[in-house]
């Protein structure tokens, strides 16, 4: 691979918002988080000129909305900083991480009545108000809120208030113009598919006669401006391109046939199948290391 992206979550501006770790730690404070990532972004700068010459390094932060004064918060770091890339994402319901651990999962759950079907249409309704306020050009793990579910594989047309909702969302994000991650993290973390799963992915095709229903919902959703771009939501360097095999596969099986490639303040298209001949993908030192996460 040659385009690589740094988005470092950023800091979080209220004391309520530090995760358990870091409430229990001395040394973690907002300011700190803001020290920190200060420092992120003076390093990320130097490595994105140190190899210009021979990879592509986009530089940019990864969004956490918690409540709606968050916008202010992220206003004012977009202001700051000079980002090439923003990834739009919800990790909190009512204010709770829901993807932290299973204890903070079901706390949120509680907060929002008890069953999951209620949290997800919290969690679809706050990345709803995410992506009105910010409309980020990159939607990052759109459905993170089944990781830490009662079934993380579970369909979410069980709920039909749920699933109207991931519509409402897909349909905005065409609209707008978004690219959604198909991102790795989801089988990383014990899941049989990416973020987001494979219904989701195929969400606005069902109107669409074939029988290769799978192809034609992908065309669907290219009519209405959907696309795709290949994330592994690393968090170390022993994941990235963590498990990208499985999810070009992935994509084949649900029809996507063209995936973005960012770039800065711009993106370009490739096939699939083209992708798959990319040396990242033959080389025998990555086919090993393919074998190795797989």
């Not at 390093?43 to 932060?61: D, F, P, V």
């Not at 709920?159 to 690219?179: H, M, P, S, T």
Request: proline residues 3%; aromatic residues 10%.
């Amino acid at each position: 691979m040659t385009t690589f992206a740094l988005t470092e979550h950023m800091p979080r501006d209220q004391h309520k918002d530090l995760y358990p770790e870091e409430v229990i730690s001395s040394n973690v404070t907002t300011e700190s988080l803001s020290q920190s990532f200060d420092a992120y972004y003076v390093e990320a700068k130097r490595l994105q000129r140190q190899y210009s010459s021979s990879i592509t390094l986009l530089i940019g932060m990864e969004v956490d909305w918690i409540r709606d004064s968050s916008k202010q918060h992220i206003q004012g770091l977009r202001d700051k900083y000079d980002f090439e890339l923003i990834v739009g994402s919800v990790h909190h319901v009512n204010a709770v991480p829901i993807d932290y651990d299973r204890e903070l999962y079901v706390k949120a759950r509680e907060i929002s009545g008890g069953r999951d079907e209620l949290l997800f249409q919290g969690y679809f309704d706050a990345q709803f108000d995410m992506l009105q306020a910010l409309r980020p050009p990159v939607v990052g793990h759109f459905d993170l809120i089944r990781l830490k579910s009662d079934n993380p594989n579970g369909s979410f047309k069980q709920w039909e208030q749920v699933w109207k909702r991931i519509e409402r969302n897909l349909d905005f994000i065409a609209k707008y113009g978004g690219i959604v991650e198909l991102n790795s993290a989801a089988l990383r973390k014990g899941m049989r598919e990416p973020y987001p799963n494979g219904e989701i992915c195929g969400v606005c095709f069902i109107d669409i006669p074939s029988p290769d229903h799978r192809a034609n919902r992908h065309k669907a959703l290219l009519r209405r401006g959907g696309r795709f771009t290949l994330s592994d939501d690393s968090h170390g360097i022993d994941q990235v391109g963590y498990a990208f095999e499985r999810v070009l596969s992935f994509a084949e099986q649900v029809g996507i046939t063209d995936l973005q490639i960012l770039a800065s303040r711009q993106t370009t298209q490739v096939a699939v199948n083209e992708l798959r001949r990319h040396e990242f993908f033959t080389s025998e030192g990555h086919r090993a290391i393919i074998e190795q996460h797989e």
